[in-house]
């Protein structure tokens, strides 16, 4: 079955503190990206990657990492979260014919 | 700057109804146009896409889109609405997604519809 998981689902964390949302997808998709979701200002991508070790920015980099070492996986990091980090996340993968979005992570900084 | 405008936050229709949902882009270029929706519990899904070609493009669920150059939009249509078919809805303009080249998708704010009986 086609997927993109993202993990964890839900997390609570505080100012600082590093954290990684991992997202997987098991179709060989060359294309990922990251978005977040925020109420009344819908979403908006954060970085995006074409390929392996090919990453680019999106909307909303500021405050983010990601790495894409392995088709399969493209991390999102935030270094050092703060409380405007507070959001829905969602991570998707793409074909040339099919778009998956993950379940989504809802993060919370304190 | 590419960007999208959706002018309604809000709309309700009752069951039956037809639907548009309007949507007006910023895009220096061709630009690729789609239309997303979310549902509660279903997640974000990809209704159509518009690349080139038929300024009409038709996608799941029974909606269409048409792309106006002219008038930078383009609008979600339905002509007949379903009580399941209330969600959010997204569009959102970009490069060459879908064609093997890496792009940037910028959304617009969102229009959540609303189904009467």
């Known amino acids: 079955e086609a997927q993109v998981t993202q993990n964890p689902r839900y997390l609570i964390t505080v100012t600082g503190k590093k954290l990684t949302v991992t997202c997987s997808q098991n179709?060989?998709?060359?294309?990922m990206s990251w978005y977040r979701q925020d109420p009344g200002l819908g979403l908006r991508q954060i970085y995006y990657?074409?390929?392996?070790?090919?990453?680019d920015k999106g909307d909303v980099p500021e405050g983010y990492k990601v790495s894409r070492k392995e088709k399969r996986n493209f991390p999102l990091i935030l270094e050092s979260p703060s409380p405007n980090q507070t959001s829905l996340y969602f991570c998707?993968?793409?074909?040339?014919?099919?778009?998956?979005f993950g379940p989504g992570t809802r993060l919370t900084v304190t | 700057a590419q960007s999208v405008t959706q002018p309604d936050i809000h709309i309700t229709v009752s069951e039956g109804a037809s639907l548009e949902l309007r949507c007006n882009y910023s895009?220096?270029?061709?630009?690729?146009l789609f239309w997303y929706v979310q549902s509660p519990g279903q997640g974000l899904q990809l209704l159509l896409k518009y690349f080139s070609g038929d300024t009409l493009v038709q996608g799941i669920k029974g909606f269409e889109a048409e792309f106006k150059r002219s008038q930078s939009s383009f609008n979600l249509r339905k002509p007949s609405v379903h009580w399941s078919d209330a969600a959010e809805y997204f569009c959102a303009v970009g490069g060459a997604l879908f064609t093997g080249t890496a792009s940037k998708l910028t959304f617009g704010t969102g229009t959540r519809l609303q189904v009467t009986l």
């Open positions: 179709m060989n998709h060359e294309y």
């Open positions: 895009y220096g270029a061709t630009p690729y």
């Open positions: 990657s074409m390929n392996v070790e090919v990453t």
């Open positions: 998707a993968s793409t074909s040339n014919r099919k778009q998956y």
